[in-house]
């Protein structure tokens, strides 16, 4: 009696085990091979279901009639050799093997599952299987070894041509898959021979749990890979939709590059022919070479901002932090004040702030000044005014100041539709050729890039024709080592330099002579270098002393304007080696300058040469 009770919970479990992954296999049918395991996951489920009521006949816990006892073995040994067909069936078809490909041989594969379903019918009459005796007990037939050998013909047949099919296609994982899988059927195959009893469904559930685990973690593997080639594609796209957007903004700046190019380079051109045509007329010859100069400021602007743009979207831009006096951003001051005068427009500054000395980056803190008051001054009509005012707000941050700097002006202002653009490249308000100027588009674009790399905000208002208020806020480390240099005042001086001996090193002739003719109109004499070699021989073969400084272009043939310095600094004669070095080059970023000091320059130059600045440049070095 245990016997019987433990052999139906061991039919049970198998029953509860199938119904799980049959459920799990519906949830899966989109995949075409669990698909087709399913078949024999619900093939063995029937079988069991019809096990069950047979085992309990068997054992005599029930009693049925003849004909229902009869009918369920019938059931039993079909749905038997069903399953190890259905088994047999799935691997063949993972293998593409024979029995799927030619149709004769699916024919064939049918019979023992024929043969099984006949000899089952006509036991009702010949007994050769089994059969059911007066007291509706089952008895074996002279042919019961068949229902053994039929259904393990499949499985005899699957075992083989698992292991063809690894060594003939060299697939050893999936041959030792379906080696391992069909072990437990095997096993089983040979106790139920031996011993009889259900042995064979045991193994083939075993069987059946190892091959849905593998297909899961197949399923999962597929995923997986999906996942990865998604990623793969998302990525190959946005890399696309980067390099659409690139090309476009690429095409953008070119288109605008061009324009704004053009624009100045044709008024170069047209005043350059007509100056030529009328140099006896002062009055226009002086109208054509003011807008000749301004034309090229323009295009100068134009060609700073544009590497400036480039440095910063590139990421090579640093902030250079240095204590400074807040007094000195007057110099901003007077650099518009002589423009704002001649245009009529009331120019007012007003620094109001505790904390006077602050460590910040100087140069950048300018550019973002002049960027806005440049844009207010060309933006604006006679008669306007534009007021600058710096204060100090609280600052919760122990040991720093929160500095706002307001720019605003009564000028033509901007429409709300191009105040959420006037950040972006290349951006211009259509109105603003009311004030007959014309800006690059990139000044804003840079102030704002600026400002977010110093950690700070801006905001703009504006409305047509009552003007435009920037507002700009940063916070800065308060300093305690900068003496109050006080206000900068505007220098407005004729330099002289009668008597004072220099050496330009400057291989490129035009460049060349356009500063030796400024130096000798302040009463310099000059010798000229073509390179760097030229230029330390022409020191060491002159008395020290008898140069005052040198004037040193840094790229040039043959040795370049660092090197030249650095040897320079090293002569053996003091008197030459601390000679002041002025650099005078067309690399005009904050990373030259600081290049250029530290090779044991003086001073430095950008090009192209504005003759005050040379001059005042100069005037420093010489006083010290």
């Known amino acids: 009696m245990t016997q019987h009770l433990q052999t139906m919970m061991c039919e049970y479990t198998i029953l509860i085990i199938m119904l799980y992954i049959g459920v799990r296999c519906l949830n899966q049918r989109n995949n075409k091979i669990i698909r087709s395991f399913s078949h024999f996951v619900f093939g063995v489920i029937a079988f069991q279901i019809i096990n069950i009521p047979v085992r309990m006949v068997d054992a005599g816990l029930v009693r049925m009639p003849a004909a229902v006892v009869f009918v369920l073995n019938c059931g039993f040994m079909i749905a038997e050799t069903f399953v190890t067909y259905e088994w047999f069936y799935f691997f063949e078809s993972i293998q593409n093997s024979l029995f799927v490909e030619k149709k004769i041989i699916r024919a064939l594969r049918s019979i023992p599952l024929v043969l099984m379903i006949v000899l089952c019918v006509v036991s009702w009459w010949t007994g050769w299987l089994f059969y059911v005796d007066d007291t509706g007990m089952y008895r074996r037939g002279a042919l019961f070894a068949l229902q053994v ?92 939709d980067m390099a659409n957007k690139a090309n476009n903004a690429k095409t953008v700046f070119l288109n605008s590059m061009s324009h704004d190019i053009r624009t100045p380079m044709n008024a170069i051109i047209g005043f350059t022919d007509l100056l030529n045509d009328n140099l006896s007329d002062q009055d226009k010859a002086r109208d054509y070479i003011a807008k000749i100069r301004s034309s090229s400021d323009y295009l100068l602007s134009l060609i700073n901002n544009v590497l400036e743009m480039a440095r910063i979207e590139s990421g090579k831009t640093e902030l250079d932090e240095s204590s400074i006096s807040l007094k000195s951003l007057d110099s901003v001051y007077w650099l518009f004040e002589s423009q704002m005068k001649e245009k009529n427009i009331d120019f007012t500054w007003n620094v109001n702030v505790k ?189 020290p002393g008898y140069y005052d400084l040198i004037l040193m272009d840094i790229q040039m043939p043959n040795m370049d304007g660092y090197k030249a310095t650095m040897i320079i600094r090293k002569l053996d004669d003091r008197r030459l080696a601390d000679i002041p070095i002025i650099a005078m080059t067309a690399n005009a970023f904050n990373e030259d300058r600081k290049k250029a000091f530290e090779v044991g320059m003086n001073g430095y130059i950008a090009k192209p040469i504005s003759a005050e600045d040379l001059k005042m440049t100069l005037a420093g070095i010489v006083e010290e």
Do not use: W
């Open 355 to 543: 904390h006077n000395n602050i460590l910040c980056d100087v140069v950048k803190i300018k550019e973002i000044l002049m960027n806005i008051i440049n844009n207010a001054y060309k933006y604006s009509l006679p008669g306007d005014s534009v007021a600058v005012k710096i204060d100090e707000l609280p600052c919760d941050r122990d040991g720093y100041v929160r500095i706002r700097t307001v720019v605003s002006d009564t000028g033509i202002g901007m429409s709300e539709d191009f105040l959420e653009h006037i950040f972006e490249d290349f951006s211009r308000e259509q109105t603003s050729t009311e004030s007959g100027q014309f800006g690059t588009g990139l000044g804003m674009a840079i102030v704002k890039k600026i400002v977010d790399l110093m950690g700070g905000d801006i905001d703009v208002q504006s409305e047509p024709g009552k003007g435009t208020t920037f507002t700009v806020t940063l916070e800065h480390r308060i300093s305690q080592n900068v003496e109050d240099a006080g206000s900068v005042e505007k220098r407005n001086e004729d330099y002289s330099f009668e008597g004072r001996r220099i050496i330009l090193a400057e291989d490129n002739d035009l460049n060349a002579e356009i500063t030796m003719t400024i130096l000798a109109g302040a009463g310099m004499e000059v010798d000229r270098a073509a390179d760097g070699i030229q230029c330390i021989d022409m020191l060491e073969k002159a008395e």
């Open 149 to 240: 050998v039929l259904p393990y013909t499949y499985v005899f047949v699957t075992l083989v041509s698992a292991i063809v099919y690894s060594i003939t296609r060299r697939e050893k994982r999936s041959a030792v898959i379906i080696t391992i899988a069909l072990i437990p059927a095997l096993i089983c195959s040979v106790l139920q021979i031996v011993a009889g009893g259900s042995y064979v469904l045991a193994g083939l559930t075993l069987s059946a749990m190892f091959v849905y685990i593998e297909l899961c973690m197949e399923d999962i593997r597929k995923v997986e890979k999906l996942e990865v080639i998604e990623k793969a594609n998302h990525e190959l796209e946005n890399a696309l």
